[in-house]
Each structure stands twice: as structure tokens, then as C-alpha cells.
């Protein structure tokens, strides 16, 4: 994409004397410039941080529990009342459980919230990602090609919109767990990425299909077009570089939404299935207990809460920082 | 104008269609690959196999699948007459299938639970609109003020929350906090045709949680919507002009603000129609969304179905409506 300079065309060097001592003035790709502004968004970068911090947690989850002496899978009814409830103040809180431990079964809270976030976080970034590669692909291709394929792949990605797709994601994960051979652990948490990633790829179809059809009409597409380029490199190389803004952003904002749908399904119970621990799920046997152990219902709930804000508060800066109007 | 509306309403139709098709296919397709026959989803776990022969042969789980499609759409078009081997009833059109489990017709069901569901809607639509539209403009004309910071702080968090941990945090604060507190001491369910004062005490936690995810959000949207016209050149030649400030906002700029909100506003709407499922299951209402959740508990296909297709319909009219109504918010839009 640079424009090749005169001094380069012809090999000499008759512009060098001025340009040595005239003020040099340094080029900054898009990336750039976001990335400084990037870096003067303090809440964003805060919500960054937090993201670090929570990604670290989840993966480092065994280690902390062996270090901090906590077990997310051992019952500890001896630390509970006559009425399955957790003694002592705010849901048992005590050295030995620092956020206290489950009614009915005494599990520790803090351990399993610390599974928990390698349970969502990793669902919601593999959903992410299966979204983002079927919409970038959808909507460059419906945008480049325009005609039949477009018209194809825009009704599709209205149907999908058609869908109550909770409801129907409901329905497909239970009748799916009729499956034996996909009723293990993992296998579950494929399927509920494909669920969640599945009904997400229409909305960053329908983002990138705009954005190419504005592109595809730059002096820079038809410069490769007459060079002799053909698709493939013109879609892979001249546009999608020019839609990694608009990918990154969304990617970041998705992230939030498809946490909330993985906890909404295990809220509903058709989520990753018991003893693994996941926040939603937590929540959802909180329901029968919260009048008496608000604790238990808290901690969770806030755990999705900061999560969902920090990768609302980074994506909500990562926009404005790759806003060209945004200038500040 | 009627050609572009007409058009509109049988691609709206075809979407439905092929909905339903999905639907069908996936619902009696997937029991074939599990093994289990689709006889199951009808009655139960039944004991012995000549009892799950009978009963696929009564509802004519036998025949192949595009016939039982064929069979399910004449019943919305004819009605049909349907029978368990033991009963039979005649579901009248529209028939969207026949509950053996409930022993009622899909569409009876529908309609009561479809009361309450439209109810929670209408009630939470009222409240969001109002918050969060205003909050919004408010925001963006005082751009950053301490109205607004806070204002977005509080809608952040808004967005950020689920609704069904709002729900469960304000049932612990106003129904089983502290006794001066104990606003909602009974959050049971109370139908309106019953007791409309308690109905309304019964909802009022319910629209609170759903609207204040809503607000949050329409507050985020009609605020940058609100700032992205605000630096328009018309409005600059509106001021130039020598127009108040209030002329300015009123006449020239909410117009053209509050458009985008009037088409996400209708999609919204018509999404909840079709069963606000985490609201409805948090407080325990008798909406289309927890008689959905439950249907796919019991594993009750006519009336997943049902409600899938009828929440489908409720997103392609508003689809429909709402590009209709654009029309006549915004002059610019011309139909072809």
C-alpha cells in the first residue's frame, strides 16, 4: 500500500541533503494511533488489566487451589448447620474458605470460582472465535461476490436472526444430551460452543459484509485487481487486513455477551453439567437457598458482573480508540 | 409503499417457513440419530415397545417425516383431529399440535401464558423507554458532566449484569431483606384478572430487573446516537440560524436521533414477546418462556414447537413493521 517515492523510482538520492535535515515526520499505521489512544483510556485500560488478571486466575485455577489449600470438588458437610446451611457469618467465611463454602454440600466458593472462570472463559473465547471465523468469512465473501452469494448469505443470516434462539439453543442442548457419545465433559463444552458461537456469526457477517462493500470499491482493490491479482489474495490480502478494526472490536464486545449466554444456559440448566463448576450454575442452585445465604448467590453473580464489565469497558475503548472521528 | 409492505410480509412468511422446517427436521430428525423414538417426546418414557409402536402409530410417528410435517402444517390451515388411542379431541385451527402431557391444545397454551409474557413486556417497555431514552439525551447534551459520568457508570453496569442476578438481588433486598425494607414481602405470581393491585405488586420486581438492562442499554444507544447527530451540519446550520437551543434539540435533533432507537425498540420488544425465559423462571411467571423451558424439561415437542414458531413470527412482523415505520419517521428512506 505505500506509494513508492520518486527518490526511490530512480535510484538517486537527490532529495537526501534536504531531507536529513528537515524534521522528520514519522508515519503511524492505524494501529498505532489506537494503540496510543488506547493507552491514554484509563478505564479501558483498567478493564484490560482486569481481563489479565482473570485469564491468569482460570488458567493458573489448580495451582492457586493447591496454595491456597481449597478443593472445588471436596464436601465439607461437617461445616454445616442442622439445616444443610454454611455456619458462621456471610455464607462460613473463615480462613480455610475465604469466600466461604456451599449450602447443602460445603464445597469451597472460592475454588469453584476459580474453575468456574476456566469453565466460562474458555467457552465464551472458543465461541468467539468460531463466530468470528464463519462471519468474517460469510460476510467478506457475501460483500465481495455480491449477487446470488450474496443474496444466499444474507437470507440465511436473517433466518438465524428469526430464531428465539435461546429458547432454541435450550431445546437443542437437552435433546443433544440424549447422546451418549456426547454426554462427556468436553464433548459437552463443544457442543456449547458450537451453540453459542453458532447463532453469534450473523451478526459479525452482517458488520464485515458492510464494511467490504464500502472497500471493495477503494483505488487500492483495483489497483490489484489490474495488477492481475486474483480473489483469494484480494480477499485475504488487500481486504481483510483493513477489517482487522472492526474484527478486533467486535471480538472483544463479543466476548461479554457469550459469557452471559454460557451462564444463562447453566442458570437453565442445560449448561456443562455438574461437578465441573460454572458460574451460571452456581447461581441456578443459589435460586433455592438466597432467602437464607444471600452469599452464595452474591458471589457468583458478581464474579460474571466484574467479568462481563472488564471486556465491556476494554471493548467500549478499543471502539473509540479505532474511531477515526474519535480524535482527541 | 403497498407493494414494498406486501413484499415484505411473504419474505416475512418464506422466514417463518423455513423456521418451521428447521424446527420440525431438528426436533424429529435428532431422536432418530439418539435412538430414542420421537414417540417419547409425545408421552413419556413408556415400558414396553408394542406400547411405543402404538402410540407412534396413533399420532402418526410412523409415517415418514415430510408427511408429518405436511400433517402439522394442514393442522394450522384445517384444525386436526388427534387421539392418544385412549381419548380423542379435535384441535381446531389454528392447530400448532396438541399437548398430551398438559392435555390441552398448543394454542390454548399459548394464549395464558402468552398474557403474562405480554404483560412483563408491555410493563418493563414503559419503564426502560422512559428511563433510558431520557437518561440518554440528558447524557449527551450535558457530555461530560457528572450527570453523565455517573449516568454511564451505572448503565455499564447495567449492561454488564445479568438479569436474572438483578432479579435475584432485588427479591433479596425487597423480599426477604431487612423487615423496613420488605417492599414485595409475597413475589408470587398474581394473575391481573384476579386481583390487579396484586398483580401489579407481584410485577414490579420483574419489570424493574428486565428494564433496567434494557435502560442501561437504550441510555448507551440514544446517547451516542443523540452525540453522532448532535456534530451533524445541519445542526450547525440550524444554530447558525439563529434557532433556540431548544428548537435545535426538539425540532431537528431528536428526530433524527431517536430513529435508530425506534427500530431496536421494536426488534426488543417482539424478542421478549416471545418468552422473556430468565425473567419469567427467576420469578417464577407463567410466561411463554417458562412454559417453553418447561415443555423442553418434559420434553413436550408440540409445544416447543409452538412457541418457537410463534416467537419467530413476532421477530419477522416486527422486522416488517419496524422497516415500515422508518419509512415514516425518517423522509430520507424510500421504498422500491
Known sequence: ?328 | MGRYIVRRLLGAVVVVWVVSVITFGIFMIVPKITGASPAYLYVGKISTPAQVQAVEHNFGLDLPIPQQYLNYMSGIINGRTVSDGNSTSRCSAPCLGYSFRKNLAVTDLLQSHFTVTLGLAIGASILWLVGGVAVGILSALRRGSFFDRVAMIIALAGVSLPVYFTGLLLLTVFSYGPSWLRLVPDPTFHPFGQDPLLYIKSMILPWISLAFLFAALYARLTRASMLDTMGEDYIRTARAKGLSNRKVISKHALRAALTPIVTIFGLDLAGLLGGAILTEKTFSLPGLGALAVDAIGLQDLPVIMGVTILGSMFIVIANVVVDVLYGIVDPRVTYK
Open chain 1, 1 to 328: 500500500m505505500s506509494v513508492p517515492t520518486r527518490d526511490v523510482v530512480d535510484g538517486t538520492s537527490i532529495g537526501a541533503p534536504e531531507a536529513a535535515s528537515a524534521k522528520v515526520i514519522k508515519g503511524r499505521s492505524l494501529g498505532q494511533i489506537a494503540w496510543s489512544r488506547l493507552k491514554r483510556d484509563k478505564i479501558a485500560m483498567a478493564g484490560g488489566v482486569v481481563i489479565v488478571v482473570l485469564v491468569v486466575m482460570a488458567l493458573l485455577a489448580p495451582v492457586l487451589c493447591k496454595l491456597l489449600g481449597v478443593d472445588p470438588y471436596a464436601f465439607h458437610t461437617d461445616l454445616l448447620s442442622a439445616l444443610s446451611m454454611p455456619q458462621g457469618k456471610l455464607g462460613g467465611i473463615s480462613a480455610a474458605h475465604p469466600l466461604g463454602i456451599e449450602p447443602l454440600n460445603g464445597r469451597d466458593i472460592l475454588a469453584r470460582i476459580l474453575y468456574g472462570a476456566r469453565v466460562s472463559l474458555t467457552i465464551a473465547f472458543l465461541a468467539t472465535m468460531l463466530g468470528l471465523i464463519i462471519g468474517v468469512v460469510a460476510g467478506i465473501t457475501a460483500g465481495y461476490f455480491g449477487g446470488w452469494i450474496d443474496t444466499i448469505l444474507s437470507r440465511l443470516m436473517d433466518i438465524i436472526y428469526a430464531f428465539p434462539v435461546l429458547l432454541f439453543s435450550i431445546a437443542l442442548l437437552v435433546i443433544v444430551s440424549g447422546i451418549d457419545a456426547l454426554s462427556g465433559g468436553v464433548a459437552r463444552i463443544g457442543i456449547l460452543v458450537f451453540v453459542i458461537g453458532f447463532f453469534g456469526w450473523p451478526y459479525i457477517g452482517r458488520i464485515i459484509r458492510g464494511q467490504v462493500l464500502s472497500i471493495r470499491e477503494k483505488e487500492y482493490v483495483e489497483a490489484a485487481r489490474s495488477l492481475g491479482a486474483g480473489s483469494g489474495r484480494i480477499l485475504f490480502r488487500e481486504l481483510l487486513p483493513n477489517l482487522v478494526a472492526p474484527i478486533l472490536v467486535y471480538a472483544t464486545l463479543t466476548m461479554p455477551s457469550n459469557i452471559l449466554t454460557e451462564a444463562a444456559f447453566s442458570y437453565l440448566g442445560v449448561g456443562v453439567q455438574p461437578p465441573t463448576a460454572s458460574w451460571g450454575q452456581m447461581l441456578s442452585d443459589a435460586v433455592n437457598t438466597f432467602e437464607i445465604d444471600p452469599a452464595f448467590m452474591i458471589i457468583p453473580g458478581l464474579a460474571i458482573f466484574i467479568t462481563v464489565l472488564s471486556f465491556n469497558l476494554f471493548g467500549d475503548g478499543l471502539r473509540d480508540a479505532f474511531d477515526p472521528r474519535g480524535g482527541r
